[in-house]
């Protein structure tokens, strides 16, 4: 079965100020090859949707309903309803997670 994968509007701008700040600080070679292995990462939930863990961030408040994957530093983090995946939020994994995962996944 393929799974149907959406980006939210703060995933997609999640990927784009990763891209402008690879761009600024280091190169457009480096921005790109970035963009596309974070891309390759969340295609290849279309074939295995249940791969990724639950955050531990979430999972100590007692919330399942997410999932992540890594592309070191990145944090990949989805949902899955039925046959879709909705990213919901890329970010640094050095960054605080806990308030921006609450403030933008638990609303």
Known sequence: MSFN???????????????????????????L?????????IRSLESFPERGTVPNELSEIGVN??????FKPYRIIYKT???????????????????LLERRLLR
């Open 65 to 70: 309903d997410f999932r992540e994957l890594f």
């Open 5 to 31: 994968v959406y980006f939210t509007e703060d995933a997609e701008e999640d990927l784009n100020e990763i891209y402008s700040y690879i761009l600024h600080n280091d190169s457009s070679e480096s921005a």
């Open 33 to 41: 090859y970035v963009i596309k292995e974070i891309e390759k990462m």
């Open 81 to 99: 309803e039925k046959e879709n995946i909705y990213i919901m939020l890329v970010v640094d994994s050095r960054r605080s997670l806990q308030s």
